[in-house]
C-alpha cells in the first residue's frame, strides 16, 4: 500500500493502479502521521499529540481504542503495530519524495512533488494538528525548493530554456507566494524575448500579493517589470477585437479620458471602470477611445462586445468565448468555461451597454476574482454597485459652460452641421449655436440630432422649434422613468416633427436587432427614400455595405411606441428572415458561400429574434423550415450546441401535431437534428433520426432528401467503423443523386467514399474518389467541397512537396469561409507533415491551432487522433511520463466516445507507449481522460507550455491568416 500526501490525501494498492481518495478521520490522519515520521513513534508520543488534553493514562487508551477500529481497515496493510513503536511499513510519495533529494534525483523529486503536506485536507473532528503538520510540512516544502533550484541550474547549465520556462511556471502554481520564483521565470521569459508573457507573470504575482497579503512587488521584481515594458515596445501590434471604427471626429471629453484611462492602467486593485450616464450622453464612443489608448500605452489586448442585441448571461458568454476562439459548449457550467478561458490573460474587455443585463451583473466581480489579470471597462446608464466598481459619471460635453462658443458642445454642433451642409457658415449665429447646445445641455446624440436640421433650417429655426416643444428638457415628472429624462425629451421633439409615415417607417425598423438592408426594411413596408430621410435626421446611422443601423437607445424609445402592430410587424420580420435562409441555404455550397455565410453571421441576432418569434407565437412549421435552413450555416461556424438545441425544441413541439410531423420541413429537421447530433457524438440519436427522416421522406416521394439522408447514415456508419454499412449507404444516396442529376451532392458522396475508401487501406481507390470528387465541385463552384477534396488528396499520395502545397491552398479556402471544423483538420494534417519532416516545432504549432478549434467546437471524434498525436511529441521532447499517459488516453478514448480507433492512429499510440515505458513506469490512467473535452485541454496546455520554438508555422510558410485565441 502507498499513501500519497504531497498535495493531498490519496492511497493506492499494489495491484491497482487507480489512486483513491482518502476520508481524512482520525484513522487516515493516523497513517499520515506515521507515513510523513522519518523514524518509528513511539506510542506514547503519538497519544500525546493527538490528544494532548488527556492524561497520560486516558490517551494510551484511545490510542489503543483507535489501532483496534485500523485493523477493521484495509489501511492497517502499511502498518507494523508494536508494544512499544509504531511504523508505516507501506510506502509514500513523502519517502520517495525523500529517497529522490537524498540521492540527488532532482526531477524526481520534483516529479513526486504534487503540493504542499497535506494540502487542503481538513483535520479530523477535535484534532487540531496544526503545531505538528506546520514544521513537516514546511521542512519538505523546504527540500521541494532545494530541488527545484538544483534542477533549475541543470537545465540552464544545458541551454534548455523553455524547460526552465515550463519548471518554473508549474512553481508559481505550487508555491504562489515565492517571489524568487516570479523573478527566475520573468528572467527567463526575456533571455527568450518574450516579454509580455514576464509582464503577465509579475502582474498575476502583484495582484497575488496585493489581494492575499495586501504587499506590493518586491524591488527586484520592479525592476525587472521596467525591463519587460520596455522590451514591449517593439512586440507586435496588441489585439483590437471588435472595436468599432467611426468616420467622424471625435471631440471633447479630454479630462475624462485622462482621469478615465489612470484608471485602467494603475494596480490590480483598480481593475473595473463602469462609464455611467444618460442615453446619448457619448458612453460609447468615449468607451472606443480609450480601449484605443490604453491598447496603445500598455501592448494589451482589447476586447469590444456590444451587448445590446443579447439579452441573457449564456448569450454574453457565449460571445466572449468565441471572440477567444474558445468551445461553446462542453461539460463544464458557462461560467467555468469562461473563467478558465481568460485566467492567464491580460486582457480588457470592453463590454458596452450593460444597463439591461443588471440581473447578470455578478457575473462581473465573479469573472474579476477568477481572472487576476482581467480589466473590465463597461458603459451603462447606471452604475451596477458592486465594491470592485470604480464609476466615472459622464455628464454634458464640455461641462457647465456650455453656453461658451469654444467648448467642446459647439465644435461637435459645428462639426456635425458642416457635414449635413457643406456650406454651413457659422458667422453671424454664434450665440444662437451656443444657445442650442445649452438647450440640449451637452447631450452628444441631441447636439447631433439637432445639426442635422441644418441645411433644411437655418440654426435660429431649429433654436425657435426647440424652444417651444423642447421645455420639457430639464423635466422632474415622476412619471417618466430615469433614465428618459433627458433623452427622452431630445427624441420626444424628434419624434413630433416627423411626418406621420416616416413616423411609421421610424418604429417598424425597430424589429432590426442588427444591421439592415433597404431589402429588408421594404419587407417591414419601409421604403428607401424613407430611409434616407430618417438618416439624415440622425435617426438613424449609414453603415457600410449599404446597411443601415440604430442608436440603441432609440431603438429601445421606437419599439415602445409600436404597440399594438408589434405582433403583425414580428410577422413580417419572421417571414422576411425564413425567406432569406432558405434562398441563401442552398448557395451555401455554391460560389457564393463565402459572401452568403459572412452576411448570415451579420443577421444572426435577427435570425435569432425570428427563431424565438416563432416559438412564442406558435409558428412551428415555419420554425422547422427556419432552423433547417440554418443547419449548414451553424456547422460551418461551430454554433452546434445552439443549432442543435433550436432544431430539438421545434421538432419536440411539432410531433404530435399531424399536419406538421409528416411534413416537408419535419423531415428536413429531422435529418438536420441527425448531422448536428452526429457531430456533437451523440451517435444513437442521430442514428434514429436518420432513419426517422428516411422514413419520411420516401412517405412524401422526395428522391433529394433520401439522398442526403442516406449520405448522412453513411458518414454515421463510417466513423462508428461500420464500413460495409457504411458502403451501402453511400451507394444509395450515388443512386439517388444520379437520378435526380444532383452533381454537387455527387461530389460531396464522393468524397466521403474517399474517406471510406482510405480507412479501409485502399489508397489507390480513395484517390479516384477523391480527385472525381474534386473536379464535380469545381465545375459546381463549391469552394469548400474543393477545399476538403484537397484536403483528401494529400492523405493518399506521398509527394511531400505537392502534400504541402495542396494542404496550404486547402487552408486558405477554409479560412476564407470562416470554416472552423474544416480549418481544424487541414491544421492537423500540416502538424503531421511537419512531423514528416522533423520540424517538432511547427508541428506542435500546427497542433495547437487544431486543438483550439476542435476544443471551440465540441468535437471529439478525432480525440484519439490528436491525443495519439500529442504522445509523439512529447515523446520527441522527452516528456515520458506526459507521452505515456497521452498514449494511454488516446487509447481509451475509443471506449468514451464510441468511434472507432483507425488501425495506423492505434499503433502509433501503441509504439508511443513501448518507447516511453523504456524511461518511466507504468502509471494510472489519468482522470482528465474519461471526458473528451478535458482531454483535449489537457493535450493544448501541454503543446502551449512545452513549445520549444513559438514558431509562426504556416503563416512564415505561405502568407496565410493564423487564427488566435
Not at 164 to 188: C, F, I, N
Not at 198 to 206: L, N
Not at 613 to 624: D, K, W
Request: with cysteine; proline share 4%.
Amino acid at each position: 500500500m502507498q499513501l500519497l500526501l504531497l498535495g493531498g490525501f490519496w492511497w493506492t494498492s499494489l495491484d491497482e493502479a487507480e489512486r483513491q481518495l482518502l476520508t481524512p478521520n482520525l484513522n487516515a490522519w493516523v497513517c499520515a502521521i506515521l507515513a510523513t515520521s522519518e523514524q518509528p513513534v513511539t506510542r506514547e508520543y503519538l497519544a500525546d499529540l493527538l490528544w494532548p488534553e488527556l492524561n497520560a493514562g486516558a490517551s494510551a487508551n484511545s490510542l489503543r481504542q483507535r489501532l483496534h477500529r485500523l485493523k477493521q481497515t484495509p489501511l492497517i496493510a502499511g502498518l507494523n503495530v508494536g508494544p512499544k513503536l509504531l511504523k508505516w511499513t507501506g510506502d509514500s510519495d513523502v519517502a520517495a519524495f525523500r529517497r529522490c533529494c537524498t540521492s540527488g534525483d532532482w526531477l524526481g523529486a520534483l516529479t513526486l512533488y504534487g503540493g504542499p503536506l497535506l494540502q487542503g485536507v481538513p483535520f479530523a473532528a477535535h484534532q487540531p494538528l496544526e503545531d505538528w503538520l506546520e514544521p513537516q510540512r514546511t521542512k519538505l516544502h523546504g527540500a521541494y525548493r532545494h530541488a527545484l533550484w538544483q534542477r533549475t541550474r541543470e537545465l540552464q547549465a544545458s541551454g534548455e530554456r523553455q524547460a526552465v520556462v515550463a519548471l518554473l511556471h508549474q512553481a508559481t502554481q505550487l508555491d504562489p507566494d515565492a517571489s524568487d520564483v516570479v523573478a527566475e521565470l520573468a528572467r527567463s521569459y526575456l533571455i527568450l524575448r518574450e516579454p509580455l508573457k514576464a509582464t503577465q507573470a509579475i502582474g498575476q504575482h502583484q495582484a497575488h500579493l496585493e489581494r492575499e497579503l495586501g504587499e506590493g512587488l518586491p524591488a527586484d521584481l520592479e525592476t525587472l517589470l521596467a525591463e519587460a515594458r520596455g522590451a514591449l515596445g517593439t512586440a507586435d501590434a496588441p489585439t483590437l477585437w471588435g472595436l468599432p471604427t467611426f468616420l467622424t471626429s471625435f471631440v471633447g471629453r479630454q479630462i475624462e479620458q485622462q482621469t478615465a484611462l489612470a484608471r485602467l492602467t494603475a494596480g490590480p486593485a483598480h481593475r473595473w471602470l463602469t462609464i455611467a450616464g444618460a442615453g446619448g450622453v457619448g458612453k460609447t464612443r468615449l468607451a472606443t477611445e480609450l480601449a484605443r489608448v490604453y491598447a496603445e500605452q500598455t501592448r494589451h489586448g482589447v476586447y469590444f462586445f456590444s451587448l445590446a442585441p443579447l439579452s441573457e448571461e449564456s448569450q454574453v458568454v457565449e460571445a466572449i468565448l468565441q471572440a477567444f476562439g474558445e468551445p461553446l459548449e462542453g461539460q463544464l457550467p458557462p461560467r467555468t468555461r469562461l473563467f478558465r478561458a481568460l485566467e492567464r490573460r491580460e486582457v480588457l474587455l470592453v463590454l458596452d451597454n450593460f444597463e439591461h443585463l443588471s440581473g447578470i451583473a455578478d457575473l462581473l466581480p465573479a469573472l474579476l476574482s477568477a481572472c487576476p489579470q482581467v480589466r473590465l471597462l463597461i458603459t451603462s446608464r447606471q452604475r451596477l454597485h458592486f465594491q470592485a466598481e470604480e464609476v466615472l459619471r459622464l455628464g454634458p460635453l464640455g461641462g457647465e459652460q456650455t453656453n461658451a462658443p469654444d467648448t467642446s458642445s459647439v465644435q461637435l454642433f459645428i462639426d456635425r452641421a458642416s457635414r449635413a451642409d457643406l456650406s454651413f457658415d457659422t458667422a453671424g449665429s454664434q450665440s444662437t449655436i451656443s444657445r442650442i447646445v445649452e438647450r440640449c445641455e451637452g447631450l452628444p446624440l441631441a447636439i447631433e440630432l439637432a445639426a442635422a436640421w441644418i441645411g433644411e433650417y437655418s440654426p435660429e429655426v431649429v433654436l425657435s422649434q426647440m424652444q417651444q416643444s423642447w421645455d420639457f428638457l430639464q423635466t422632474s415628472l415622476r412619471d417618466i422613468s430615469e433614465r428618459h429624462r433627458s433623452l427622452r425629451a431630445v427624441f420626444e421633439y424628434s419624434w413630433q416633427v416627423l411626418p406621420l409615415g416616416l413616423r411609421a417607417a421610424y418604429t417598424y425598423l425597430a424589429i432590426f436587432r442588427s444591421p439592415f438592408s433597404a431589402a429588408a426594411a421594404a419587407a417591414l413596408g419601409v421604403s428607401e427614400p424613407e430611409l434616407h430621410l430618417l438618416e439624415q435626421r440622425s435617426l438613424i446611422n449609414a453603415a457600410s455595405g449599404g446597411l443601415f443601423v440604430w442608436h440603441e437607445n432609440l431603438r429601445t424609445y421606437a419599439l415602445e411606441q409600436l404597440g399594438d402592430q408589434l405582433t403583425g410587424k414580428l410577422d413580417l420580420h419572421l417571414d422576411y428572415f425564413l425567406m432569406l435562409a432558405e434562398v441563401a441555404a442552398p448557395q451555401l455550397k455554391g460560389r457564393e458561400q463565402a459572401r452568403i455565410l459572412s452576411e448570415l453571421a451579420a443577421v444572426y441576432p435577427d435570425l435569432r429574434s425570428a427563431l424565438a418569434y416563432a416559438v412564442r407565437a406558435g409558428q412551428i412549421g415555419r420554425g422547422l423550415r427556419l432552423s433547417g435552413a440554418l443547419h449548414w450555416f451553424w456547422y460551418v461556424r461551430g454554433f452546434l450546441e445552439e443549432g442543435l438545441s433550436w432544431l430539438d425544441l421545434f421538432l419536440d413541439k411539432a410531433e404530435h401535431q399531424s399536419h406538421l410531423n409528416d411534413s416537408a420541413a419535419y423531415a428536413l429537421a429531422l435529418r438536420c437534428a441527425g448531422g448536428l447530433s452526429k457531430d456533437r457524438s451523440l451517435f444513437e440519436i442521430a442514428a434514429q433520426r436518420f432513419v426517422g427522416a428516411m422514413q419520411l421522406y420516401r412517405s412524401l416521394n422526395d428522391l433529394t432528401g433520401q439522398a442526403h439522408t442516406a449520405h448522412m447514415q453513411g458518414v454515421l456508419e463510417r466513423d462508428l467503423g461500420h464500413y460495409p454499412a457504411a458502403r451501402q449507404a453511400f451507394g444509395e444516396a450515388i443512386s439517388l443523386r444520379e437520378q435526380e442529376g444532383d452533381q454537387q451532392g455527387l461530389a460531396t458522396t464522393l468524397n466521403d467514399l474517399g474517406i471510406l475508401s482510405a480507412y479501409e487501406g485502399d489508397r489507390a481507390a480513395a484517390r479516384s474518389f477523391f480527385e472525381r470528387s474534386l473536379v464535380l465541385k469545381r465545375e459546381v463552384g463549391d469552394i469548400q467541397g474543393v477545399a476538403y477534396a484537397l484536403n483528401n488528396i494529400t492523405n493518399v499520395i506521398d509527394d511531400l512537396d505537392e502534400i504541402l502545397t495542396l494542404n496550404a491552398e486547402s487552408l486558405r479556402l477554409k479560412l476564407e469561409l470562416g470554416d472552423v471544423q474544416g480549418s481544424a483538420v487541414s491544421y492537423v494534417n500540416y502538424a503531421h507533415n511537419f512531423i514528416e519532416l522533423g520540424r517538432l516545432d511547427e508541428a506542435a504549432a500546427q497542433y495547437i491551432q487544431a486543438l483550439r478549434l476542435f476544443r471551440q467546437l465540441g468535437s471529439f471524434s478525432a480525440a484519439a487522433e490528436l491525443l495519439g498525436s500529442v504522445a509523439h511529441v512529447a515523446l520527441e521532447y522527452h516528456q515520458f511520463v506526459a507521452a505515456l499517459e497521452f498514449a494511454d488516453a488516446a487509447l481509451h478514448m475509443e471506449t468514451v466516445t464510441g468511434v472507432k480507433m483507425l488501425t495506423s492512429v492505434r499503433a502509433g499510440a501503441v509504439e508511443v507507449r513501448r518507447r516511453a515505458l523504456e524511461h518511466v513506469t507504468v502509471r494510472p490512467l489519468p482522470e482528465w481522460a474519461a471526458d473528451p473535452a478535458h482531454a483535449l485541454e489537457m493535450a493544448l496546455r501541454f503543446l502551449e507550455e512545452n513549445l520549444t520554438t513559438k514558431s509562426t508555422g504556416l503563416g512564415q510558410l505561405y502568407g496565410l491568416a493564423r487564427t488566435s485565441a
